[in-house]
């Protein structure tokens, strides 16, 4: 007998999680519900799709074989789990599959695993590398992380979100990859702002400056992605500063419990967190080139 198809539900549904939620839907998978704690968010989603507003997230677990969650940090993931909460989704865990898509501590999406497991279902990291635009059009990169079993029951969903799909290993193995890819690009957006500054400073023409950069050793994928931004002040958010310093965050308790110093990461999350002090947590990551170029300082107007 052919086995029924996946009935899957999201938590989550800001920037990343609608597109993921979009993508699916166009693509044919049958969507069941969606929660989010902005219920507006939520509600205009589940009305693009006719498909139902949860009030809770059990209730998505309930209706759904296949949960994915997108939520913000450690502590967002630790609640929507919580053991001790008829509302959560471990309340219906039994022969569920969670595919966890944010990027966590590796010790989160090993205990969020452990608790799913003793519930009778199964849990699997999905980190993603990438940004609204791939999520739309299932271009994602998905570094996943848990037992073979998971990975191979969430594998034609996760084909349908990225490009790659790649198999890292077990549990909090895929968070750790994730974490040092943010690193390194939140340390490229860093370094690629004093470039920027520092060639406005020297009156240099920025778009000649960008158009060197690419085609020396100075190229980078965040040179394409976040170059003319910075230039142009231009912080429509794909990716917030806050998530950056967040993300470098993790990469540096990591390090620290490695025994290892990491000075350039560690001075990156210091200028994020400048970026967060003076209310600018919400915008793109490139919105550090404001505290870069001499005639920003970090209080200039800012477009968006």
Do not use: W
């Not at 990169?141 to 969903?157: D, I, S």
């Not at 967060?276 to 209080?299: N, P, Y």
């Amino acid at each position: 007998m052919r086995k029924p198809p996946d009935h899957i539900g999201f938590i989550g549904v800001g920037r990343m999680g609608a597109n993921m939620a979009r993508r699916l839907h166009e693509r044919g998978f049958h969507l069941t519900s969606v929660y989010d704690l902005h219920s507006t968010v939520a509600l205009e989603l589940a009305t693009a799709l006719s498909i139902q507003q949860a009030r809770t997230p059990a209730e998505v677990a309930e209706r759904s074989s296949v949960i994915i969650t997108v939520v913000s940090d450690d502590t967002a993931m630790r609640s929507i789990f919580s053991k001790h909460d008829h509302t959560s989704l471990a309340s219906h865990a039994r022969e569920r599959l969670f595919v966890n898509c944010a990027t966590l501590s590796p010790d989160v999406h090993r205990d969020i695993e452990q608790l799913v497991t003793v519930e009778g279902g199964l849990c699997l990291e999905a980190c993603m590398a990438g940004s609204i635009t791939q999520a739309r059009q299932g271009t994602l990169y998905l570094m996943c992380g848990g037992t073979p079993e998971a990975y191979t029951r969430a594998k034609v969903v996760l084909d349908a979100l990225g490009t790659t799909v790649r198999y890292i290993g077990p549990s909090g193995e895929a968070a750790k990859v994730k974490a040092l890819v943010n690193m390194v690009m939140n340390s490229n957006t860093a370094a690629l702002a004093e470039g920027l500054g520092l060639g406005a400073a020297l009156g240099i023409d920025l778009t000649l400056l960008r158009e060197v950069f690419s085609q020396t050793g100075a190229a980078s994928r965040v040179l394409e992605t976040d170059g003319e931004d910075m230039q142009q002040r231009a912080h429509d958010c794909y990716f917030s500063a806050a998530h950056a310093a967040k993300d470098s965050a993790i990469a540096l308790d990591l390090a620290g419990h490695a025994g290892l110093s990491l000075p350039v990461a560690a001075a990156t999350l210091a200028q994020y967190r400048r970026v967060i002090a003076l209310g600018k947590g919400e915008l793109d990551k490139s919105v550090i080139a404001e505290l870069t170029f001499r005639d920003r300082d970090g209080s200039s107007p800012i477009r968006t």
